[in-house]
Structure formats: structure tokens, C-alpha cells
């Protein structure tokens, strides 16, 4: 259930931010509250291990705000509902994996494309992307198993 929910998610924000730049509040709201409710629910995750989840994105939004949202607040509000599904390990690895692809992804553009480094790339096609691969990963056992 994680998995669908996490998935349409993902898949909602990047079409979103692939088309607008911007990722919408409704979506972020609806699938938080799936999130709690498979929480309180199926408790897939211990609730210090959900809430070190929720308090990544809540580090990332402080950062969006501090940089005057060189990183949106979209995204940050999209990482603490990551952590509402997979508690804190799973989501650091998932902006973890997501951020270094960004980074050689942008590095390239800017490279290649010659575009200044204040250019602006849409994040959640690398959100999707590396809980793609996480979620691989963990089917195919796992980092250390």
C-alpha cells in the first residue's frame, strides 16, 4: 500500500513539476493524510523512526526558506510525506540518492547547455526516480542483506 500511495504521489508531482514548475498543495495534503491513516493503521514503521522521516523534510523546508527557496518548499512538504511512508532511514536514502542525481544531471545541463548556475531544474522527477530505485533495492534485499 506504501508503495501505490508513495508511487501516485511521485508521479502526480512530477507531472506537475515538469509542466509548471510547482507541485500542488491538494495532492501533498491528500496523500499526508493516507500516510497518517496507513500509520495509525498497518504502524509499518516505529513513530520515532516516522517522525526523523517527517523532521528531513522539515530541515529541508527551513533550508528552502533560508535560501529564499533555492530548493522549493514543494519539495520539502513532498519529503516530510516521503517520511510519513518510510520512516527515517528510507527517506534520507531516497533525497540522498535523489539529490546526487540532480546534481550530476545539472552539472551536465550546465555543462552542455551552457546555462548559468542559477538555473532552475524540477526535483521531483529525481524524487521519483530514486524511489525507484530504493525501492528496488529493497526488493532485491536490500543494502546490507
Given amino acids: 500500500m506504501e508503495t501505490f500511495g508513495l508511487l501516485c504521489l511521485y508521479i502526480l508531482a512530477t507531472y506537475e513539476d515538469l509542466r509548471s514548475k510547482q507541485v500542488r498543495l491538494i495532492e501533498i495534503a491528500i496523500f499526508a493524510v493516507i500516510g497518517i491513516i496507513l500509520n495509525v493503521i498497518m504502524k509499518p514503521y516505529p513513530i520515532t523512526s516516522v517522525l526523523g522521516g517527517v523532521l528531513v523534510g522539515g530541515l529541508v523546508y527551513l533550508f528552502s526558506v533560508i535560501s529564499k527557496e533555492k530548493i522549493g518548499k514543494g519539495d520539502a512538504l513532498i519529503i516530510m510525506v516521503t517520511g510519513l511512508y518510510l ?34 531544474m524540477p526535483f521531483m522527477p529525481f524524487m521519483l526516480t530514486g524511489y525507484c530505485i530504493l525501492y528496488v533495492i529493497n526488493k532485491l534485499g536490500g543494502l546490507f542483506g
Fill in 87 to 120: 520512516g527515517f532511514m528510507n527517506t534520507v536514502l531516497v533525497v540522498w540518492l535523489s539529490s546526487i542525481m540532480a546534481a550530476l544531471v545539472g552539472a551536465l545541463y550546465i555543462n552542455r547547455k551552457y546555462k548559468s548556475l542559477d538555473y532552475e
